[in-house]
């Protein structure tokens, strides 16, 4: 089955700096990866996704984020962090799970942008 | 504009009582998803249904029931036999093809009190 894992529970980072959320994953066949952002007591929001072709991809709101195969990542930056980018970032992967297609979501990186 | 409406946005439940969280789309898609979100968890599937008159078990079924009689429409029922259900619950639809990801609502907070 397809799994994602996102290692750090809280990035902080001070506004103006680089903003970087880290992800890996596991799936078998070619990764279908996406970016999800949540604000409080609200659903996710898309971000971007790599389905095929560049691997550095750009998405809303200043985001971008760049396929690695080799090292099966796909981390989530932004070259200057904004208070307002403080919220809940979700990185999910396509696959296969008993028998059905469906998005696995890592735990989540709560992300602290410190003006 | 097209989208995913859950209602309500918050709801409070007595011990012992069966609940139902309202999940509508207008987007024509066929494939619907109930999630349940808890801190620090990220979100678990508790349902699925691919189309209209059927429906799968997810990761973590227990204690929960779901209908799918109209394409639109994919109502969660939060039962008795659901010890913790205290939770945010998320409900997402998918387009043809799964390339653009889902599509989600904007939760429903349940609480027991």
Redesign the interface.
């Known amino acids: 089955a397809q799994s994602v894992a996102q290692p750090e529970?809280q990035v902080n980072v001070a506004e103006g700096n680089p903003l970087t959320v880290k992800c890996t994953y596991s799936v078998s066949g070619n990764p279908?990866l996406?970016w999800?952002v949540q604000y409080p007591?609200?659903?996710?929001?898309?971000l971007l996704?790599y389905?095929t072709g560049d691997n550095l991809v750009k998405g809303s709101y200043g985001f971008e984020a760049e396929f690695n195969k080799s090292q099966t990542s796909f981390h989530l930056k932004k070259p200057s962090a904004l208070v307002s980018d403080s919220a809940l970032y979700?990185c999910?992967v396509?696959g296969r799970s008993?028998g059905?297609?469906?998005?696995a979501?890592?735990?989540?990186n709560q992300v602290v942008v410190i003006p | 504009d097209g989208g995913?409406t859950?209602s309500p946005?918050y709801l409070f439940r007595k011990e012992g009582q069966n609940v139902t969280l309202s999940c509508e789309q207008n987007l024509n898609h066929d494939a619907m998803?109930w999630y349940r979100q808890d801190p620090?968890?990220?979100?678990r599937?508790i349902y699925?249904s691919?189309i209209v008159n059927d429906f799968?078990k997810g990761d973590i079924a227990e204690g929960y029931s779901v209908s799918r009689e109209k394409k639109e429409s994919f109502p969660l029922t939060v039962t008795s036999a659901q010890k913790n259900p205290t939770a945010?619950y998320?409900c997402?639809s998918l387009p043809p093809g799964?390339?653009?990801?889902?599509?989600?609502?904007?939760?429903t907070?349940l609480t027991v009190v």
């Open positions: 529970d279908y996406f999800y007591n609200r659903g996710l929001q898309f996704k389905i979700f999910a396509w008993h059905n297609n469906r998005l979501f890592g735990k989540g | 995913i859950q946005k998803y620090g968890q990220g979100l599937l699925y691919q799968q945010f998320l997402a799964g390339f653009d990801g889902y599509t989600f609502g904007s939760g907070r």
